[in-house]
T-cell receptor
Framework: GAGVSQSPSNKVTEKGKDVELRCDPISGHTALYWYRQRLGQGLEFLIYFQGNSAPDKSGLPSDRFSAERTGESVSTLTIQRTQQEDSAVYLC??????????FGNGTRLTVT | GDSVTQMEGPVTLSEEAFLTINCTYTATGYPSLFWYVQYPGEGLQLLLKATKADDKGSNKGFEATYRKETTSFHLEKGSVQVSDSAVYFCALSTDDYKLSFGAGTTVTVRA
């Protein structure tokens, strides 16, 4: 079956603009995660959705970051007023309930 | 909080060499431990896992043993191939959903 799909694969934006990143999880996976991977660094947890429960937003670095998920389907991660330090690969992952996670190929965001 | 420390890279070695990537962790409770691999141009994928002390995870010739006494989960492979060139991430989970990752170790295997 299809894996986790993320779009776009690459995004270049100007500082101050808003961007929206999309994630299509594996069908039937109730859990969805967003991580950020800065160059040369490990993965930083951003946000976690599980079914209709309240999301765990503890990893969002600032109020410029937000994410939504409708039910058990698509999720969008929005970054408002982008800054250069937001440049990173944004990874989405899904799982049935708990780890192991299945990752998408990521969206490489470059803020100029 | 929970954290993972893994051997810094990059690591370069020849085909058929022995590979070890060290990973130690700090966690409350009893974490599950994972190794993920990211091949060039691909997404992260689970390589192996262990859920309790003394468990050994294995896959594709790689092995790692959950050592509670040393809080370690070192990854080993006895004879690497060029196709093993990738970035390897150690990770843990203590609350059944959130994974904490190490910084990753880049491995390059030369023919």
């Amino acid at each position: 079956g299809a894996g986790v799909s993320q779009s776009p694969s690459n995004k270049v934006t100007e500082k101050g603009k808003d961007v929206e990143l999309r994630c299509d999880p594996i069908s039937g996976h109730t859990a969805l995660y967003w991580y950020r991977q800065r160059l040369g660094q490990g993965l930083e947890f951003l946000i976690y959705f599980q079914g209709n429960s309240a999301p765990d937003k503890s990893g969002l670095p600032s109020d410029r970051f937000s994410a939504e998920r409708t039910g058990e389907s698509v999720s969008t991660l929005t970054i408002q007023r982008t800054q250069q330090e937001d440049s990173a690969v944004y990874l989405c992952a899904s799982s049935l309930v708990a780890p192991p996670l299945h990752f998408g190929n990521g969206t490489r965001l470059t803020v100029t | 909080g929970d954290s993972v420390t893994q051997m810094e890279g990059p690591v370069t070695l020849s085909e058929e060499a022995f590979l070890t990537i060290n990973c130690t962790y700090t966690a409350t409770g009893y974490p599950s431990l994972f190794w993920y691999v990211q091949y060039p141009g691909e997404g992260l994928q689970l390589l192996l896992k262990a859920t309790k002390a003394d468990d050994k995870g294995s896959n594709k010739g790689f092995e790692a043993t959950y050592r509670k006494e040393t809080t370690s989960f070192h990854l080993e492979k006895g004879s690497v191939q060029v196709s093993d060139s990738a970035v390897y991430f150690c990770a843990l989970s203590t609350d059944d959903y959130k994974l904490s990752f190490g910084a990753g170790t880049t491995v390059t295997v030369r023919a």
